[in-house]
């Protein structure tokens, strides 16, 4: 009869394996890049196509019609693929990266790195051009010369530095020829020394077809390439995120300058990828506006209806429903202001719905109506506030809007001139706080211009304002009242003095995410992302390009699936992700919605045991069938991860461990089992 029972309990945890199996192991990357916009096509081998794409790279087999993705998780040294090309010699492909690192690539799927461009330390432009294959050789066109690529041996051979900006190589067979961006042909033979910048002379005398671009590989499968779908987004551009309904809500952001980027706003969902509407055809508000559809700056989803979407953008307000584009909000057809008196812009940077299903809109650089409310029943109401004005016209970019789980809303003026951030009531109309001059609790100012970037609540209803100054707090006791100064954290050096250091003092701070166990994650403006512990005091990760697979040390957003833990990073190269050991926790732990994955954790398996669907800071054993103590610790939210070893740092023995998990409350209970096989 016991036999019976661990084997239906075999059965049952099998069937929960195979449930999370889609479940990302803890630890783990993922990249979500777009290969939507073909830009160059090599045909490699007999029956293979290498594509460069949206910037990123993928292979097509014209046989068995199968794709394949490469990114910087999974394959590749880098991302932003700027020029490939196929050496038939040496059976392999080149990819230059735009910061000039390189990759070489066989049909196999085997990478090689060369990183000597790109590590070389130099004033000289190290852009690469474009590349010419001659026998095993690439020869690279850069800023400053030419660079020598001996594709079989995988190695840089010579470098010429002509410093000459060149934009293409050729060679006759005795002679090499390069093409300057202001139109001069140098040549040197291939029998001196080329390395010597003397060996080269500008010539007239050139060679029929010199520097002609061999497109026909374009022209043979462009149009075969065009039916493919590889999947991914449809741009790369992540500067604002929303993670709500389980689906992934984004869209380009607001950005920086006078630089452009599509307005489609994009939706994950699970692992299909989906697009709303992002032209005016037959679009209710568009005749006659000749407004330019770019920049979505932020989107929000209706609580009351999950069809019905609202984005804001450089010009104007759009409303979705059903993934269609139903109406464009502008100057003309509502309360809206242009924020200039060119009537070029409609700065919509806020967009947020409220819990009572208003949508709440903020309006940069107008005469009136900074804050605009849309009630549930589409009724418009104004709410200006002169303490958002800044001479004739509102501040110049009040974004990053929020409410807190008080119904208080915040946001920020990210802009150099007035740096400011606010929080407003809107039950009383009235704008509670707005700091301009930001002090510390030891009354020392920020710089003048400290820009602050975002505003997030923790789950201790803790305001975290994110600066170019680091990230200043507000803790929960002050917020509502008028606030005299925001608080920088101190972490103990623990040196043995009593000196203590401002929590990322000085770090651009670009956006924050709070995940289920209360950490915060910070992404940052050229220091990638930290995370910080649940007290603030302590440094659990940092992540950049040269520790992790982190795409780009630029950050521009960050949001988290709660229920999987996975923190979505959206940086200037692209989206990529976390699989973290944090998730929401439950209000109440409930054996039946409490699970262990991969269970049952089979032989060779080396990864983190996740135990999913604790309460938060829950206190967790696990505990042989006989009651032995194996290991203990806290949940990270609802989640508690145990690498499968006792406290001596063994790997425990084939059999069945109990997980036993306390509330802050004290309530106590075996709350689910894992089967381990040897």
Same mark, same amino acid.
């Given at each position: 009869?016991?036999?019976?029972?661990?084997?239906?309990?075999?059965?049952?945890?099998?069937?929960?394996?195979?449930?999370?199996?889609?479940?990302?192991?803890?630890?783990?990357?993922?990249?979500?890049?777009?290969?939507?916009?073909?830009?160059?096509?090599?045909?490699?081998?007999?029956?293979?196509?290498?594509?460069?794409?949206?910037?990123?790279?993928?292979?097509?087999?014209?046989?068995?019609?199968?794709?394949?993705?490469?990114?910087?998780?999974?394959?590749?040294?880098?991302?932003?693929?700027?020029?490939?090309?196929?050496?038939?010699?040496?059976?392999?492909?080149?990819?230059?990266?735009?910061?000039?690192?390189?990759?070489?690539?066989?049909?196999?799927?085997?990478?090689?790195?060369?990183?000597?461009?790109?590590?070389?330390?130099?004033?000289?432009?190290?852009?690469?051009?474009?590349?010419?294959?001659?026998?095993?050789?690439?020869?690279?066109?850069?800023?400053?010369?030419?660079?020598?690529?001996?594709?079989?041996?995988?190695?840089?051979?010579?470098?010429?530095?002509?410093?000459?900006?060149?934009?293409?190589?050729?060679?006759?067979?005795?002679?090499?020829?390069?093409?300057?961006?202001?139109?001069?042909?140098?040549?040197?033979?291939?029998?001196?020394?080329?390395?010597?910048?003397?060996?080269?002379?500008?010539?007239?005398?050139?060679?029929?077809?010199?520097?002609?671009?061999?497109?026909?590989?374009?022209?043979?499968?462009?149009?075969?390439?065009?039916?493919?779908?590889?999947?991914?987004?449809?741009?790369?551009?992540?500067?604002?995120?929303?993670?709500?309904?389980?689906?992934?809500?984004?869209?380009?952001?607001?950005?920086?300058?006078? %630089?452009?980027?599509?307005?489609?706003?994009?939706?994950?969902?699970?692992?299909?990828?989906?697009?709303?509407?992002?032209?005016?055809?037959?679009?209710?508000?568009?005749?006659?506006?000749?407004?330019?559809?770019?920049?979505?700056?932020?989107?929000?989803?209706?609580?009351?209806?999950?069809?019905?979407?609202?984005?804001?953008?450089?010009?104007?307000?759009?409303?979705?429903?059903?993934?269609?584009?139903?109406?464009?909000?502008?100057?003309?057809?509502?309360?809206?202001?242009?924020?200039?008196?060119?009537?070029?812009?409609?700065?919509?940077?806020?967009?947020?719905?409220?819990?009572?299903?208003?949508?709440?809109?903020?309006?940069?650089?107008?005469?009136?109506?900074?804050?605009?409310?849309?009630?549930?029943?589409?009724?418009?109401?104004?709410?200006?506030?002169?303490?958002?004005?800044?001479?004739?016209?509102?501040?110049?970019?009040?974004?990053?809007?929020?409410?807190?789980?008080?119904?208080?809303?915040?946001?920020?003026?990210?802009?150099?001139?007035?740096?400011?951030?606010?929080?407003?009531?809107?039950?009383?109309?009235?704008?509670?706080?707005?700091?301009?001059?930001?002090?510390?609790?030891?009354?020392?100012?920020?710089?003048?211009?400290?820009?602050?970037?975002?505003?997030?609540?923790?789950?201790?209803?803790?305001?975290?304002?994110?600066?170019?100054?680091?990230?200043?707090?507000?803790?929960?006791?002050?917020?509502?009242?008028?606030?005299?100064?925001?608080?920088?954290?101190?972490?103990?050096?623990?040196?043995?003095?009593?000196?203590?250091?401002?929590?990322?003092?000085?770090?651009?701070?670009?956006?924050?995410?709070?995940?289920?166990?209360?950490?915060?994650?910070?992404?940052?403006?050229?220091?990638?992302?930290?995370?910080?512990?649940?007290?603030?005091?302590?440094?659990?990760?940092?992540?950049?390009?040269?520790?992790?697979?982190?795409?780009?040390?630029?950050?521009?957003?960050?949001?988290?699936?709660?229920?999987?833990?996975?923190?979505?990073?959206?940086?200037?190269?692209?989206?990529?992700?976390?699989?973290?050991?944090?998730?929401?926790?439950?209000?109440?732990?409930?054996?039946?919605?409490?699970?262990?994955?991969?269970?049952? %954790?089979?032989?060779?398996?080396?990864?983190?045991?996740?135990?999913?669907?604790?309460?938060?800071?829950?206190?967790?054993?696990?505990?042989?069938?006989?009651?032995?103590?194996?290991?203990?610790?806290?949940?990270?939210?609802?989640?508690?991860?145990?690498?499968?070893?006792?406290?001596?740092?063994?790997?425990?023995?084939?059999?069945?461990?109990?997980?036993?998990?306390?509330?802050?409350?004290?309530?106590?209970?075996?709350?689910?089992?894992?089967?381990?096989?040897?």
């Amino acid at each position: 009869m016991k036999r019976m029972r661990c084997l239906a309990f075999l059965v049952f945890s099998f069937s929960h394996f195979l449930f999370f199996q889609a479940v990302a192991q803890t630890g783990t990357w993922k990249a979500y890049m777009s290969y939507y916009e073909p830009q160059q096509i090599v045909k490699a081998g007999s029956h293979t196509l290498f594509v460069r794409a949206s910037n990123g790279l993928y292979s097509y087999n014209l046989n068995d019609h199968s794709i394949t993705t490469y990114d910087k998780v999974q394959q590749l040294s880098d991302t932003y693929v700027s020029l490939i090309a196929w050496n038939q010699k040496a059976q392999r492909l080149i990819i230059v990266y735009s910061n000039s690192n390189i990759d070489l690539i066989d049909l196999e799927g085997n990478v090689t790195n060369i990183s000597a461009l790109y590590s070389k330390s130099m004033t000289q432009d190290k852009t690469v051009n474009s590349i010419f294959i001659n026998e095993q050789y690439a020869y690279l066109s850069t800023g400053f010369g030419v660079v020598k690529v001996n594709m079989s041996r995988a190695e840089i051979s010579e470098t010429y530095i002509l410093d000459l900006n060149i934009v293409s190589t050729d060679t006759d067979g005795s002679k090499l020829y390069v093409k300057t961006k202001q139109g001069s042909v140098h040549a040197g033979n291939l029998t001196s020394n080329l390395i010597d910048k003397h060996s080269w002379a500008e010539t007239a005398d050139l060679p029929a077809n010199l520097f002609t671009e061999d497109r026909t590989d374009w022209n043979t499968y462009a149009e075969t390439v065009k039916s493919l779908q590889p999947g991914g987004p449809k741009h790369n551009h992540f500067g604002f995120m929303r993670f709500k309904n389980n689906i992934l809500y984004s869209c380009s952001g607001a950005g920086t300058g006078s %630089v452009s980027h599509p307005a489609t706003v994009q939706l994950k969902k699970d692992d299909d990828w989906e697009f709303l509407q992002d032209d005016m055809t037959g679009v209710d508000g568009t005749t006659g506006s000749g407004w330019t559809f770019v920049d979505m700056y932020a989107v929000d989803v209706d609580p009351f209806d999950s069809n019905h979407i609202f984005a804001g953008g450089r010009t104007g307000l759009y409303e979705y429903y059903d993934g269609k584009l139903v109406k464009y909000y502008h100057k003309d057809n509502s309360i809206l202001h242009t924020a200039t008196t060119s009537n070029k812009y409609v700065l919509t940077d806020g967009v947020t719905y409220d819990s009572n299903g208003s949508l709440w809109i903020l309006q940069s650089q107008v005469k009136e109506n900074s804050i605009i409310e849309i009630t549930k029943d589409g009724q418009w109401i104004k709410h200006s506030q002169s303490v958002l004005m800044d001479g004739d016209l509102s501040l110049n970019k009040l974004t990053s809007l929020i409410f807190d789980s008080r119904g208080l809303m915040w946001f920020v003026n990210r802009h150099w001139e007035k740096s400011s951030f606010y929080c407003y009531s809107t039950a009383n109309d009235t704008i509670i706080n707005a700091v301009v001059n930001l002090i510390n609790q030891d009354g020392t100012s920020a710089p003048e211009s400290y820009n602050p970037r975002c505003v997030v609540e923790d789950l201790d209803a803790n305001i975290w304002i994110g600066t170019s100054n680091g990230p200043y707090l507000i803790e929960a006791e002050r917020v509502g009242s008028a606030i005299d100064y925001a608080t920088q954290v101190k972490v103990p050096r623990n040196d043995g003095t009593n000196y203590a250091d401002y929590l990322l003092g000085g770090v651009d701070i670009t956006t924050i995410a709070i995940d289920g166990g209360n950490r915060k994650w910070f992404g940052t403006r050229g220091s990638g992302v930290y995370l910080i512990s649940d007290d603030n005091m302590e440094q659990l990760q940092h992540f950049t390009t040269t520790n992790s697979p982190l795409l780009s040390d630029i950050i521009e957003s960050i949001t988290i699936n709660h229920q999987t833990g996975e923190v979505f990073i959206g940086t200037d190269q692209g989206l990529c992700s976390y699989m973290s050991d944090a998730t929401e926790s439950a209000i109440e732990m409930e054996k039946d919605h409490v699970y262990a994955y991969p269970n049952p %954790v089979v032989s060779g398996y080396e990864g983190l045991i996740t135990v999913v669907g604790l309460s938060r800071n829950a206190d967790v054993k696990i505990l042989t069938a006989s009651g032995v103590l194996v290991a203990e610790g806290r949940s990270n939210g609802g989640t508690f991860t145990w690498d499968g070893r006792d406290r001596q740092g063994r790997r425990v023995a084939s059999g069945v461990y109990m997980v036993a998990a306390a509330t802050s409350e004290g309530k106590k209970g075996v709350v689910c089992k894992i089967a381990i096989v040897r």
